[in-house]
Nanobody, 122 residues
């Protein structure tokens, strides 16, 4: 199983970025997909989750209204559209796949990508 995250970069506050996560080696359409992030010196935190059909999404309070998670099962890809970025969004962003479990707990996820760096300057 491989989850390949991409799309990170260095942007200014208020800018937008779209992260992508391409999955292979698993039946993508039956997995819920999540995005987590980890800033230097901090624990990994939940960002967003989308269920396997794509009709239910969940967000952390810190990104709700600014970030949008989506998926295209035909492309085995999940996206994270990030708008109105803030310096506190700076972190390594990870995508992950979960067959079952609580979507906000990183321990519930079965597979993880390698992460993509997002840096937001003020």
């Amino acid at each position: 199983v491989q989850l390949q995250a991409s799309g990170g970069g260095l942007v200014q506050a208020g800018d937008s970025l779209r992260l992508s996560c391409a999955a292979s080696g698993l039946t993508f359409s039956i997995y819920g997909m999540g995005w987590f992030r980890q800033a230097p010196g901090k624990e990994r935190e939940f960002v967003a989750h989308i269920n396997w059909t794509g009709d239910r999404t969940y967000y952390s309070d810190s990104v709700k209204g600014r970030f949008t998670i989506s998926r295209v099962n035909a492309k085995n890809t999940v996206y994270l559209q990030m708008n109105s970025l803030k310096p506190e969004d700076t972190a390594v962003y990870y995508c992950a796949a979960a067959r079952f479990g609580s979507w906000y707990r990183d321990t519930e996820y079965d597979y993880w990508g390698q992460g993509t760096q997002v840096t937001v300057s003020s």
